[in-house]
């Protein structure tokens, strides 16, 4: 990454419940921040002017004007094509199919833009600014609602032949399993994430097992978010505990899976569920040691994400950098 620290990007993180753009520099530090809220149940063009609205807001908090940027790195949730600029679908954008979104993007705000998908450009934060700073070999993932990840190749995102390579959180882990958004069955996030985690307490509930669950959720078994669960778990919950143990279970059957294909020096973990810490990560780290060829299991290390929520609008903002090549930008 350039020291010139007047090589200002723009981040923009489009969720599918929040919008967040940040002006940063090389060192992937954020002159400015701004954050809405994603109009998901309205229009494409809703949900753009959105975008464009915050990226206005984020440019004059940090008194810079747009053609003093460099250049734009969009990092989207969905299934994208980085190199055509398409965002094939996106998970709660209905209609969104196969648009444009970096010449959308180039063309309303008049900077050369780059698209990459959200989790990568999270991985791109975490090798740039945070917990892979200088590690040529690593994975990302996320557990959060979904599970989302990046692989980094000798230094550079693994995209494969059309951009989707990197969807870890699809790979099937119980070929019988729950449904996924995806179509498929017993993908790993219909197990390991934190939907999964709440779908099972709420169906544990149902079939009225004890637990103190339900009073943390406010007595609505509809509440019950991992969140819930976390905190009845703290609180000595014995359904919690074990709900939380299993998914840290089929946490490191996924884990064992990736340790087995890519031989990583580092897999670095993110997202809300992974804040739980030791009471889903313990056991999700010895099913790992359990499955993967042990040799290169001893080889791997496990780190916290670093950057938090802003892994990925700093990682699109160091994308859009890593893209331009500094003699352009000049
Ligand atoms: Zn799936």
Known sequence: MPEDLRLLTLGIDLGGTKILTAVVNPRGEMLSSDESV??????????????????????KHAGVAISEICAIGVGAAGISNPEAGILFTSPNL?????????????????????????????ALG????????????????????GIGGGIVIDGKIYTGAIGVAGEVGHMTIDDNGPI????????W??????????REARHRIKEGVRTSILEYAGGDVEKVTA?????????????????????????GVGLANLINIFNPELIVIGGGLSHIGDMLLE???????????????QAVRFASAGLGRNSGVLGAAAFALQEMRKPLCE
């Open 38 to 59: 994603t109009p998901a149940t309205k229009s494409r063009e809703a949900v753009i002017q959105s975008i464009l609205d915050s990226a206005h807001r984020a440019l």
């Open 189 to 198: 996030e219909t197990l390991a994430s934190g939907t999964a985690l709440a």
């Open 180 to 187: 996924c958004n995806c179509g498929n069955r017993g993908c």
């Open 227 to 251: 969140q819930v669960i976390y905190s009845a778990a703290e609180q000595g919950d014995s359904l919690a505990k074990k709900l939380i143990a299993r998914t840290g279970y089929y946490v």
């Open 283 to 297: 056991p999700a780290f010895k099913t790992a040691g359990e499955r993967a060829y042990k040799e290169a299991f």
């Open 126 to 145: 975490e090798f740039y600014f945070g917990a892979a700073r200088d590690v040529r070999n690593f994975i990302y993932i996320t557990l959060s609602t």
């Open 94 to 122: 209905t209609g969104w199919r196969d648009v444009p979104l970096r010449d959308i993007m180039q063309e309303r705000l008049g900077k050369k833009a780059f698209l990459i998908n959200d989790a990568n450009a999270a």
